[in-house]
């Protein structure tokens, strides 16, 4: 088998400049933090969201996330369709958040495949958001492209997300999908990151242990999302399923010790699963698997591709973000 192309950096950025991205679902902190870093590379970025972004070096075009409207305009001529689109996962699970959290991934995903049939001059790639929860929980397991899918909500709707694209997606596109980690950034104003929650509970000595303090917490810097996204948006060479995660996950114990060191807090205090399910759920109004359980992945393709992470450690992480 032949090596994989090395991953270029300087000639996606070129390839994006002057150029439009279209950024679906853009208007939460990732979403942001893309279109901030591609209008530094040059591109002309359009926001694609329900709700109105902050103000910044980007067009906004509202959509419902169902049906096709006057927003597929921006998608001809487009040089990248990226789709982020999706309810956030940070919530109690109701059977109608449940509900919501996979409707809202599926149905925007169909209502792009839908627009890109209607216009003259698609996007020649499509870009699309998946997760590392595709997974599951494995106790002890590392994961990559090539493993096995897990059980469960998270799962199911990881599988049924990546189905919706590969139904929605043009035979002629080149298609990149993005299985992505805990994505630690800043928040910017609009859909901010989980870090929100996370940081105040540190600085308060409440972020100790969770449960065992054993399961897998995988990670990525928001900078090198960007340079992902850019590189998928960009390169040529970069096709297929890629795995979004900083080469070196830590587990939930280390993460939370690493934080208290960026905020200057030396006590930690422990959490029992009964405790994080009672606070998770009536004080944090959140999901407390999201905190009890994990896994632990990192890319192969990646690896042998030659992507070099900024920031491939944790500790370096935190302080760039929150020193």
């Not at 694609?48 to 067009?59: A, D, E, I, Q």
């Not at 992945?297 to 030659?306: F, K, M, N, P, Q």
Request: proline share 6%.
């Amino acid at each position: 088998m032949s090596n994989p192309v090395l991953l270029n950096e300087n000639a996606a950025a070129a390839a994006v400049c002057n150029r439009r991205v279209v950024i679906a679902g853009g208007s939460g902190f990732l979403g942001l933090a893309i279109a901030t870093h591609l209008n530094s590379l040059g591109a002309e970025v359009v926001i694609l969201s329900r709700g109105t972004p902050p103000v910044g070096p980007w067009s906004h075009a509202g959509w419902d996330g169902r049906t096709v409207g006057d927003w597929r305009q921006c998608l001809d001529g487009a040089a990248c369709l990226m789709n982020l689109a999706g309810r956030s996962v940070d919530c109690i699970k109701t059977p109608d958040h449940q509900d919501e959290i996979l409707r809202s991934r599926i149905e925007s995903t169909r209502a792009l495949g839908a627009a890109l049939r209607t216009v003259a001059s698609p996007p020649p790639v499509w870009v699309q958001m998946s997760t590392a929860h595709i997974y599951g929980d494995p106790p002890n397991v590392w994961c990559d492209e090539d493993s096995a899918t897990g059980y469960g909500l998270a799962p199911f709707v990881g599988r049924e997300w990546e189905q919706a694209y590969r139904e929605s997606v043009l035979p002629a596109q080149r298609q990149v999908v993005l299985r992505t980690s805990f994505v630690l950034g800043r928040d910017r104003g609009a859909g901010a990151s989980a870090m929100n929650k996370l940081l105040p509970l540190a600085r308060c000595g409440l972020g100790g242990r969770v449960g065992s303090g054993k399961q897998g917490l995988s990670w990525i810097h928001e900078a090198d999302m960007c340079r992902l996204l850019t590189l998928a948006a960009g390169d040529s060479a970069m096709q297929g399923v890629y795995v979004a995660s900083a080469p070196h996950p830590v587990t939930q114990s280390e993460f939370m010790r690493e934080l208290r060191r960026v905020v200057g807090m030396p006590v930690g205090l422990p959490a029992t699963a009964w405790m994080v399910r009672l606070a998770a759920r009536w004080l944090l109004r959140t999901d407390p698997e999201l905190a009890l359980y994990g896994r632990f992945v990192r890319s192969r393709r990646l690896a042998e591709c030659g992507f070099e992470f900024q920031f491939p450690h944790l500790p370096q992480a935190l302080t760039h973000l929150y020193g």
